[in-house]
């Protein structure tokens, strides 16, 4: 039996999945557990809940894989510093102490969220790696044509290439800084939404404006190619250099500063957003015309975090070349830890692959899960008010009469999906053909924004009365849309209008339909329910608010003790922007004991050697004896006595490490930089070259199998 474990950390959505003999066991977001969106710091409790599943501990591991390479990383960062310098100070100061701190050392950071029991070596694939084995090894197709598009890995914004058996081959990628992934974030930010998260926002916006800046765009922002590659005109961004997205020039081109976040969005924010996802979508559909003319193949893998643009998705299944698409359900970051599981699996051991006529993804179906008396027993604890059905009838029969009344449902069941989108086992309910639904959820059960979309769950062998696809066409994982034929039945035209206007449609798992065809003839709708209930009146939403997990599952709420907060005050470099440890751990506290010993003793012995000073010496001496001896003989004082020397020498330490790095900037950086650009080099590719009839460049494919132990 061979155990591996993949994992992605330290950007966001960090998670982790297992691999056991080429099966997925288990897979889940840090976030999940945390309760901190878009967790990037090491995922300990996603580790714990995977390995738990699999009834293994860390040394029962075989391989452990992390999802990108961080020295390459490393290397563009200090690239775009020499290409940018003397500008690019703010984002020097606040990116290399992370870098200096723990990203250069990751298989320290592994051995130390592996709890050191982890004892052979890591692998680290690239980025894009990552990003194309999850899509196209758990895939239903033997052979498949694969495109990766997002950020920024190392240096790959975007790749493409093919996948065959149990092997997968990148041939060509967009570098860095043009990136489709990081143009659509330089809008999010403008329109006033965070970036890393607030896209799908700027998705969701897009139907409420009309696409009046495309042209704008295409001529003057971007050069873009038939095959779909581009270069972006950097004066207008400022990613590479600030700590914004967009520069003054952007603001000036769209009539004033970015919108402040959670003011009124304005027609112009609602133009913009129409505009940039008609681009996003032209330039997906050329990558994809391009890749179907250089493989010759019939299906399309996608992964990367702008394959979750499911209207792009869509344009590509009814317009493209392309005869089947397959999407990884958490195609951003988080899908990097299942990705380098399975390639190390296929790719590195060289196992076979077999395919299934659905996929090998297990629905997404990957998470914790709670049984019924785990739910009850929590249920009765918090002392909430709840009905039990025994008979599976009676719950559906309910369920649907509740949904058919305008309440709103909560569905727990099964095992919690992984990925973004609530695909039916931790899920939301209304009925589809309220006009009023859409809003309902947003403001009085989400508390967001009223133009959110939701998606309507149709019952596979009816889709296509409703939508414009192909009979029983399959939609399981929510990455889809398509055009609705007729307005006038099924969802309603509120909810037609939120969920993209060319309407989202999603297929629910197997069994949650079996439940919904008798559920169904209560009501005659063919749209989704079925849910261990929590009635959306107002007395069952006043008990969910104080509801948590049952204690001893997965799911807690809060940072973990002693772990995933930063460790104590380091010297030299990495004390730059210190982060203040208010949670030492037992070993914390340990370790900082021993170096208050160790600091009084070279201190009186220095002292005690200088001519003249043996008093201060002994006094010294005396001193830290004592604070020493009191640190380990009264252990509550342990925290207060470390506490008050870190925010006592917090001010030196801030000041100092500001100073270094300044010098650093200034003294060597800059002039470095200054050096290379004199000479004609530009590693960041800013110039648009209009007679280049494309620019991919052609991806190393790294035939030493040994680099994949190295972080570079």
Known sequence: ?????????????????????????????????????????????????????????????????????????????????????????????????????????????????????????????????????????????????????????????????????????????????????????????????????????????????????????????????????FRMDMSYFNY?????????????????????????????????????????EEIMMRCAVHLHRVTGMKNLCLAGGVALNCVGNGRILREGPFENIWIQPAAGDAGGALGVALFIWHQLLDQPRSVERLDHQRGSLLGPRFSDDDIQSFLERVGARYRRFDKEEELCAYVAKQIASEKVVGWCQGRMEFGPRALGSRSILGDARSESMQRTMNVKIKFRESFRPFAPSVLQERVDEFFQVRQQESSPYMLLTSPVKDRRQGPSRALLQASQGIRSHHRLPRDHQHQLQRARRADRVPSGGGVPLLPGDRHGRARARGLRPPQGGPARIGPPQGRGVPRPVQAGLTMAILEINKRPSRRDLVVFGVGLLAIAGIMGAGLYFRRGAHDAARIVCIAGAAITALYFAIPPLRRFIYLGFVYVTFPIGFVVSHVILAAVFYLVVTPIGLLIRLFGNDPMRRRFDRAAASYWVEHDPHRDRARYFRQS
């Open 1 to 229: 039996m061979v155990n591996i474990l993949g994992i992605s950390a330290y950007y966001h959505d960090s998670a982790a999945a297992l691999v056991v003999d080429g099966e997925i066991v288990a897979a889940a977001q840090e976030e999940r557990f945390t309760r901190r969106k878009h967790d990037p710091e090491f995922p300990a409790r996603a580790v714990e809940y995977c390995l738990r599943e699999g009834g293994l501990r860390p040394e029962d591991l075989d391989y452990v894989g992390f999802y990108d390479k961080p020295l390459l990383k490393f290397d563009r960062l200090l690239e775009t510093y020499l290409a940018y310098g003397p500008s690019g100070f703010q984002s020097f100061l606040k990116s290399m102490p992370v870098w200096l701190r723990r990203k250069l050392y990751a298989r320290r950071e592994l051995d130390r969220g592996l709890k050191r029991k982890f004892p052979k070596r890591y692998i680290f694939t690239e980025h894009h790696e990552s990003h194309a084995a999850s899509a196209f090894f758990p895939s239903p197709f033997e052979e498949a044509a694969i495109l990766t598009l997002d950020g920024v890995g190392e240096w790959a914004t975007a790749s493409h290439g093919t996948g065959r058996g149990n092997r997968i081959q990148l041939t060509h990628e967009l570098r860095f800084p043009h990136s489709l992934g990081l143009l659509y974030s330089a809008f999010t930010y403008f329109c006033g939404f965070r970036v890393n998260s607030g896209e799908y926002k700027l998705m969701g916006l897009a139907p409420y404006g009309e696409p009046r800046y495309v042209e704008f765009i295409l001529e003057k922002m971007i050069d873009l190619k038939p095959d779909g590659s």
């Open 240 to 280: 590479c250099q600030g700590l914004t997205m967009t520069s003054r020039r952007f603001d000036e081109a769209f009539g004033g500063p970015r919108r402040k976040p959670e003011s009124p969005l304005t027609q112009r924010e609602m133009d913009l957003a129409a505009s940039i996802q008609k681009v996003t």
